[in-house]
């Protein structure tokens, strides 16, 4: 098991860590490594409920029960314009 070295932590959230860690029972290691591995999980699971602009879009317009072949047919138009200017050079500004 290896070690970790956090530098430049402020007082402020060394005192934070330690007050939650005598709360808790833990030492201030254990309470900052809990601490560490539910952020991790969070920001995991956050990834994991990204969702496209499409869908994004789509959804907001469900919502609403605007919905219709026609946004349908707006959104695909969308999309192919996306998917065909993908990897186009940028244009010299000066």
């Known amino acids: ?3 970790l070295l956090i530098r430049n932590i402020s007082d ?3 005192r934070d860590i330690a007050e939650a860690a005598q709360r808790s029972g ?3 290691s254990d309470e900052a ?3 560490l ?3 991790l999980q969070r920001k995991t699971e956050a990834k994991s409920e990204t969702v496209s602009v499409y869908d994004a ?3 907001a317009f469900v919502s609403e029960n605007a ?3 026609e946004f349908a047919a707006i959104m695909e138009e969308i ?3 996306r998917k065909k200017d993908f990897g186009r050079p940028f244009e010299d500004f000066e």
């Open 1 to 3: 098991m290896g070690d």
């Open 26 to 28: 833990n030492s201030l």
């Open 79 to 81: 999309e192919a314009a």
């Open 12 to 14: 402020a959230m060394k």
């Open 67 to 69: 919905v219709d072949d």
């Open 33 to 35: 490594k809990d601490l």
């Open 57 to 59: 879009i789509r959804a």
């Open 37 to 39: 591995r539910d952020a």
